[in-house]
């Protein structure tokens, strides 16, 4: 997750236009090796499939490069929550058609949601593109590309009710070496009537736990020291050993990764408030490795809009869950997506989410304005009534004011020391280090001999700028 500002001021950039690209990990100038490059846009989700792609094609003696000039295979792991985020991966693929003139015989594929949701359509009308596959069929990819690679297109986008992936051991890109996505689930159930996933990652189901620790131990054998557990809704994860009938929920699974090692920091991402047990407080107050951040989405202040959104809770129900936050993890920092303009939205409702927003006193936010998406519920039972201006007012609104709350946040922290893990050198110096503290927050702060990444340090907050906290390191 990128530094407190930038989320404010991308938005939607931050989850949708943001690239990721996989290192050159084949130095060997050979010219016969296929070589295939990928980018992921949207969810933290689909940073975590490309992982798993890139094992799967490893299979297939395809070997990552960062270039795509050098690429065999183009891939693009895309995301349709917003009209926004199909329109950037429609206009990559419009540049990299140009790039395939120089080099004919070149893949492109399109994966993930965009691939789930248009099908064959993205074959019939982008002629570019030789590959679709949604996001339960990463495991075809080696049958498929056979195929590609004698001119036939191929496409997969079959969803299933079991595939987790469990046994597959993801090829980390781009690394840092500290800090990795674990997915702990696959799909939603919850059909929010704004929401195109579930019907682009299908059921929900759960993996089995035991692969999750195991990966998790891994990790931490090979010096990384934070793993975040991955969901669209980490508090309805629940696994059933097949023999004993044993059942394991997200609090069972959230203390059995925090018990792998004291200096393995855990986080969870998505929180949704209708599921989030006591439990998993208790199992946040009691490791101090599992870290004092909660991510949980309001969506509106609304409870006329959150009926009509169907989120399954009311304000005072959130308001109840942000309250048992406080009383059981009293340091704990949340943050919140949030939706303007959702249909019929009226500025008492607007008004409702400036307060929710202001009593929660969200640390960050993702922003957005509503965005129908064919085929939710949304789509075919309200009309998208609120006009782009109004959107556009509210939203800002919404984004003036969590500014505000951040820098609330970010000034209250000065002249505190938190315990940061150290993530690499800052965007700007090789002479600082950029790390982050429970709550999630980036402090920048000089370098000091006996430190490096993946080290602990206290750090003392001496000042803020809107965006980042700056320090120092306090030693005893
Ligand atoms: N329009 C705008 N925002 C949306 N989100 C999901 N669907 C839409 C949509 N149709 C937002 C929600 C969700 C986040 C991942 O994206 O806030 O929590
Ligand atoms: Fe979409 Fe709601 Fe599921 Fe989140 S919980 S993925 S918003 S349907």
Redesign the pocket.
Known sequence: MKAIVSDLKSIDET?QGEAFYMPDIDEVNDINLKRFYIESYG?QMNFSDSEIVASILAESQYHPTRDIEKANLILLNTCS??EKAEETIRKRLRTIDKLKANRPGTMVGILGCMAERLKQSLLDDEKLVDLVVGPDAYRDLPRLLNRAEDGDKGINVLLSREETYADISPVRLESNGVTAFISIMRGCDNM?S????PFTRGRERSRDPFTIVSEATHLFDKGFREVTLLGQNVDSYKWQHPETHETYTFAQLLEQVARIHPDLRVRFS?SHPKDMTDDVLHAMASFENICNYVHL?V?SGSSRVLALMNRTYDREWYINRIEAIRRIVPDCAVSS???AG?CTETDEDHQDTLSMMAWADYCMS?M??????PG?L?ARKYKDDIDEDTKKNRLSEIIALQRQLSAEHNARDVGKTYKVLIEGDSRKSDLEFKGRNSQNKMIVFPKLPGFKPGSYADVFVESANSATLIGRIVQS
């Open positions: 989850r969810c929550i917003r929010c704004f929401c195109v996933v998505t989405p969506q997506d949030i939706i959702f993702y957005f304005s509503y965005s129908e998406r939710t949304a």
